[in-house]
C-alpha cells in the first residue's frame, strides 16, 4: 500500500489574551502574546516549540505536567513553550516577588503541516513528510511495534554516527 504525502498549511494568528492572579488579590491583566487555541488558552503543535512574550516581567514559570509541555525561560519577558505529547495542561508565572502574574491553559495539539496518517484497520501509522518522501513518527496510539522498530532504526543510526566519529579521530 503506498501512502500519497499531502500537506496542510497551518496558520497560526498571534493575538493578546488577558491572564489572571491570584484570587486574593484585584484581577489584573497581563496579556501574553501567542497562538490561541479555542478556549483562549496557549496552543503548541507537539513536537514544535513557539516563543511567549510576557508583557509583564516573568521570573519563574511552572508547568503543571511536563510530560504534556515544557517551557524554557529565556529573559524576564520571553520564553519558549515545548509541545511534547498531546494533552492539557496549564503554565503558571510568578513575578520576582513570587506573585502569580498569569496562569494559561496550554494544549498540545497534533502537528497538520507535512503529516499522512494511514490507517490500517483499528491501527494508525503516522508519518512526517516533505514533497520527496515520508519518515516515520510515531505518536501516541500507533502500535508498539511501529514505534519500538521507528525508536532502534534511530538508535542504530546514532551508534553508527557515533562510531564514524570516533573512527575519524583516531
Known sequence: MRASCFSFLAAATLVLAPTTVLAAQPVHKHPTKHAMSADGGLSVPMDEAKMITFTQPISTLFVGNT????????????????????????????????????????????????????????????????????????????????????????????????????ASAH
Open 67 to 166: 510530560t504534556i509541555a515544557d517551557v524554557t525561560i529565556i529573559d524576564s519577558h520571553h520564553a519558549y513553550l515545548l509541545g511534547k505529547t498531546f494533552g492539557a495542561t496549564n503554565m503558571i508565572g510568578l513575578d520576582s516577588n513570587n506573585h502569580q502574574v498569569m496562569n494559561a491553559q496550554i494544549n498540545v495539539t497534533n502537528r497538520m503541516v507535512g503529516s499522512v496518517t494511514l490507517n490500517r484497520g483499528a491501527e494508525t501509522y503516522n508519518y512526517s513528510c516533505t514533497q520527496l518522501h515520508c519518515e516515520t513518527n510515531p505518536r501516541p496510539g500507533d502500535p508498539a511495534s511501529y514505534v519500538t522498530n521507528t525508536e532502534n532504526a534511530a538508535q542504530q543510526h546514532q551508534d553508527a554516527a557515533t562510531k564514524a566519529a570516533v
